[in-house]
């Protein structure tokens, strides 16, 4: 997971936990049952993906990189005899065909290393009834072609573990999404008992709050909505300059303003805002634009809504 995930779902399951402790109060407040049920079957599904991505994955990778030394070690060493016997005999075709050096044998993508290999293989095959004075033997030619055969299987075995692990994340990122509008939702219903449970509302948002360990914080989370359908809007720009005309933006001091796009989902994040008010414009085409005061403090996510 990456780590802007890693302090959500902390978040995510802290709050959990608070809220299973208090279930006698949740339970007089409408529609919070249904919604914190639906919240924790995805918390569940969520840290099974964690866990599935947090796997050591190093095997494959270690594996591929012990068979990829091997095969070049071995088609360096048959290259070099057959180019022996080649320059012995004046055979300059062949001398030309299977000359490949060290480093351009390392330094081969995937499938140019297995194509080189191939062919310096069958070069010598060719001519193996001539070779056996220069060390290349059918043996030899049988534990190379093995070799390369051994490196050629890790090539789709390493992509469909790459494939697996970006629908993994991206099932990652869709359950973020729906948590993120049932805490919404969430947030609003504990309103109903502000008052009347004072200890357990205060309890709430400590624990709603995102605690980010890492250099540096998450600032803000910007959510733009249709106001109509609810769904977000793609590639609206939202400018924010601040408000006393003193800098605030930590991430690049030469800067007096910062300018943001909201991704596919009608979202964007700001890692870095210092504390105090900025101003925010909002601006799409085929939109009423919108002029908001966004207040930022220090060690806290400002969650910022609008609705076009």
């Known amino acids: 997971m990456k780590n802007l995930h890693e302090c959500m779902f902390a978040m995510e399951f802290a709050l959990h936990g608070y809220l299973n402790q208090n279930t006698a109060i949740t339970a007089s407040i409408p529609d919070f049952g249904i919604l914190f049920t639906t919240y924790s079957e995805n918390l569940v599904t969520m840290r099974w993906i964690r866990e599935l991505l947090a796997a050591d994955k190093s095997g494959i990778t270690e594996n591929k990189v012990q068979l990829k030394m091997d095969l070049v070690a071995k088609a360096l060493d048959i290259s070099k005899k057959t180019r022996a016997y080649a320059r012995m005999n004046n055979k300059t075709v062949l001398l030309n065909e299977v000359y490949f050096s060290e480093w351009e044998l390392k330094k081969s993508p995937d499938h140019l290393l297995i194509d080189r290999a191939l062919l310096i293989f069958d070069k010598s095959n060719e ?146 805002l210092s504390s105090g008010t900025d101003a925010a414009t909002v601006k799409k085409a085929g939109f009423k634009e919108q002029e908001l005061t966004v207040l930022v403090v220090d060690g806290e996510r400002t969650d910022l809504i609008v609705e076009l």
């Open 127 to 272: 001519n193996i009834s001539a070779l056996g004075g220069y060390g290349v033997t059918p043996e030899l030619l049988s534990e190379f072609k093995s070799a390369i055969d051994n490196f050629k299987e890790t090539i789709p075995t390493r992509r469909s573990g790459m494939i697996e692990r970006k629908q993994l994340r991206e099932q990652l990122e869709l359950l973020f999404s729906v948590n993120d509008d049932l805490l919404e939702k969430m947030d609003l219903l504990v309103d109903v008992v502000r008052l009347s449970q004072p200890k357990f509302y205060a309890g709430y948002h400590l624990n709603r709050k995102i605690v980010d360990n890492r250099k540096g914080f998450m600032a803000l989370k910007a959510t733009i909505k249709d106001v109509v359908t609810k769904s977000g809007i793609k590639g609206v720009k939202v400018t924010f300059a601040p408000q006393n005309g003193q800098l605030k933006i930590l991430a690049n001091k030469a800067d007096q303003v910062l300018v943001k796009k909201t991704s596919e989902r009608g979202i964007f994040m700001v890692k870095s």
